[in-house]
């Protein structure tokens, strides 16, 4: 009686210790041995918690599709051919349907003429999501105008964009 004990002991240890190597080995990146780190979205520092905002839209419209992208070097403000550009902003408005916008401040003493540029979303690895064609009027001199972009496709997790003249 007491061997049988014994043998049941020595399996039920065997058995705990398979399945605890198990869980080590699940608990391990199979490629480097290195345990698994979880970033979180708002551990990410090029995340903006835009999620309150985006709520607030929602309700406001009833449009469910309505998401706002997250990156923080997307909204980074920068320059154009001269042209200071703000407020860089992408959407998702619509089941398939994605909008870009930004305004440009011309702060020099001329006008500047409208043109036919490309804007260039990006994900982290500088590969191109997609290329919108689009156009913006002249910008007088101290003024401002804005510029948009529309597509269907799926751009919203883009980390970043980029505007070049379409002739380029």
Known sequence: ??????????????????????????????DNGKEKETVSKEDDLNYLDRS????EVRKNTNNPYYTINT????????TYDGLELTDPWLVQVDQN???????LHNNTDKE???????????????????????RFF???AGGMSNLYA???VNVLDAYDFEIVPKNS
């Not at 349907?97 to 305004?103: A, G, I």
């Not at 500047?112 to 689009?134: C, M, N, S």
């Open 97 to 103: 349907f994605y909008s870009f916008s930004c305004v």
């Open 138 to 140: 002249s910008v007088p």
């Open 1 to 30: 009686m007491k061997k049988k004990i014994g043998i049941i002991l020595v399996v039920v240890a065997v058995i705990l210790c398979g399945v605890g190597a198990v869980l080590l080995f699940n608990m391990k990146d199979k």
């Open 112 to 134: 500047y003429p409208g043109q036919a540029v490309i804007v260039r979303f990006v994900d982290k690895d500088g590969k191109v999501l997609d290329e919108v064609e689009t």
């Open 150 to 152: 529309d597509t269907k």
């Open 52 to 55: 309150d905002m985006e709520k």
């Open 71 to 78: 990156s923080r070097a997307l909204a980074t403000n920068r």
